[in-house]
């Protein structure tokens, strides 16, 4: 990547640490930190031990603070500020909360960092959630068409509003690179090794797919967290994506 926020990431894998408890959280991020490029924590990690789950995090790696920020500006943008002090270095926000939304979100996360004197954080819209297929975004969601459309739409609708790129399942990350370009970032959940079940994912990949299809970052939880050996799990999913990179 070209721009100086993305290299606090050491390597396009991010763990989910999808724990109740900040010291298991705590214990696997110091266990797989020499593997992984940054950790996630999203709404079960900070509804359980609070905003300082993020600072715990993040002084053993960068910290992807996954809330899926969704309501009027002035709150997300609150909520943005707040998660930079904390020292959070990518943050997302969801691209149907429409463009005010989302720039309120991207302008105040990048004026905290320069008050506190701190990185920018990577600045993400939320497409369409991993597990929802079309069945569900048709009938339950209730937008027409097929998700690939909107995500795109969605992923466009970020980019004019300033933000830095979109969390997106793998079967849209080719078209929206098509559609937003090289630099625009994309991350990718719903990775999951050929040898494990889906889960509650529907639209997933390996790593080695989310890669060539164009992925930046791939958030995996589950295969690792849930492996009886997560450091060896985390490892092999960073061979998967190291070999694909010296290609």
Aim: hydrophobic share 45%.
């Amino acid at each position: 990547m070209k721009n100086t926020k993305y290299t606090a990431f050491k390597n396009p894998l991010i763990v989910a640490l999808d724990t109740d408890s900040a010291e298991s959280a705590l214990s696997l991020a110091k266990s797989l930190s020499p593997f992984a490029g940054g950790f996630k924590v999203g709404l079960q990690l900070y509804t359980s031990a609070g905003p300082a789950a993020v600072r715990l995090i993040a002084e053993q790696a960068p910290v992807f603070a996954d809330l899926k920020l969704h309501d009027i500006p002035n709150t997300v943008a609150a909520a943005a500020a707040a998660l930079v002090r904390w020292g959070a270095s990518m943050i997302n926000v969801h691209a149907a909360g429409g463009s005010e939304m989302m720039r309120a979100a991207a302008c105040a996360a990048r004026e905290e960092a320069g008050k506190k004197n701190l990185p920018e954080p990577v600045l993400l819209a939320v497409t369409v959630l991993t597990s929802i297929d079309r069945e569900i975004f048709n009938r339950e969601v209730g937008l027409p068409g097929e998700i690939v459309e909107k995500a795109v739409a969605w992923a466009c609708l970020a980019k004019e509003a300033g933000l830095d790129g979109v969390v997106a399942s793998p079967r849209e990350v080719s078209a929206i690179r098509e559609a937003c370009g090289r630099d625009f970032v994309i991350v990718t959940p719903g990775i999951r090794p050929h040898h494990r079940v889906q889960d509650d994912q529907k639209r997933t990949a390996t790593p080695r797919q989310a890669m060539e299809l164009g992925s930046d970052f791939l958030v995996v939880g589950r295969p690792i967290t849930s492996a009886p050996d997560p450091v060896r799990a985390a490892v092999a999913i960073r061979e998967e994506i190291i070999s694909f990179c010296r290609q």
